[in-house]
């Protein structure tokens, strides 16, 4: 998680929940969502990423209270403060480099308003937000283990899998066999594999480590857990997970033979899920 989102904001403390037995309260409470949001909006421009979120996530929050509260006929106006909330909340994590996190974070929102006004607002955030449709970034091309890195344009043509992934992830090495056993599946039609990582200045049992003892421990780690990559392309540096904007792994990541983002997923994914996904580009 981002550290803005790390930050805890105290909403509880700070918010006092109107009653919204009459139309004139529940308009109140309304507004003050809305200035909520209003000053987040004004924080996230001046890249004041902590009071935008602490703003932000109050607005958020005093809005699912409210409509949990409100009768059907008072809360037109605090449905659209949240959807407002939720679009400023998944701004604020792109702006601080989570951009899978906040597609995660409005994916989620998404289904739960399934049907409400604002169900066509989050999907047109989701669109902005997620690199799906876009060409995809480029690979960083500095240090990595194994064969050179090859560009984005250097792998068109192919179906190509960007499996991110750490050293300390467990749900990473739990998903390896998955991975190992499409690829092995799908390679003869076109499918390649990137799997970026990088340091974090740490090994094993969380112990301070050099860069250069962090990248033998990194080697350590892919021969033991994803043997599979050993003869793959593994990137290793912070700069591809900016350009990607992920901050949870595993991160998948796929693209289609021109190059375009098809599929961009935080978290793990079922063998059929994933197995569904490549199907489709080849």
Not at 20 to 25: D, I, K, L, Q, R
Request: hydrophobic share 45%; aromatic share 6%.
């Amino acid at each position: 998680m981002s550290r803005v989102m790390k930050r805890r904001t105290g909403w509880l403390a700070l918010a006092t929940v109107l009653a919204v037995g009459s139309p004139s309260a529940a308009q109140e409470q309304a507004g003050a969502i809305e200035a909520r949001v209003a000053r987040a909006r004004t924080a996230l421009a001046a890249r004041q990423l902590v009071k935008a979120n602490q703003e932000a996530e109050g607005a958020y929050h005093l809005a699912v209270d409210a409509l949990l509260e409100a009768g059907a006929a008072e809360t037109p106006r605090i449905r659209a403060a949240l959807g407002d909330a939720i679009e400023t909340r998944a701004s604020i994590m792109v702006e601080d480099g989570a951009r899978a996190e906040a597609v995660r974070f409005l994916r989620s929102e998404l289904d739960t308003n399934r049907g409400a006004p604002i169900q066509a607002q989050l999907q047109a955030v989701v669109e902005r937000v997620s690199l799906e449709g876009r060409p995809a970034p480029r690979f960083g091309m500095g240090m990595h283990v194994g064969p050179r890195v090859p560009s984005v344009d250097q792998l068109k043509g192919k179906v190509v899998l960007l499996f991110f992934w750490a050293h300390w992830c467990a749900q990473c090495k739990a998903d390896g066999p998955i991975v190992e056993k499409l690829l092995g599946k799908y390679r003869g039609q076109g499918l390649a594999i990137v799997a970026p990582t990088q340091r974090y200045g740490y090994v094993e049992g969380g112990r301070p480590a050099a860069p250069a003892r962090e990248l033998q421990h990194i080697v350590q780690v892919r021969d033991r857990h994803y043997g599979f990559l050993r003869h793959e392309a593994v990137p290793i540096g912070g700069a591809n997970y900016k350009e990607y904007g992920v901050t949870t792994i595993p991160m998948y990541v796929l693209l289609d033979r021109q190059g375009i983002v098809r599929l961009y997923h935080a978290g793990r994914m079922t063998e059929a899920e994933l197995d569904a996904a490549i199907r489709k580009l080849l």
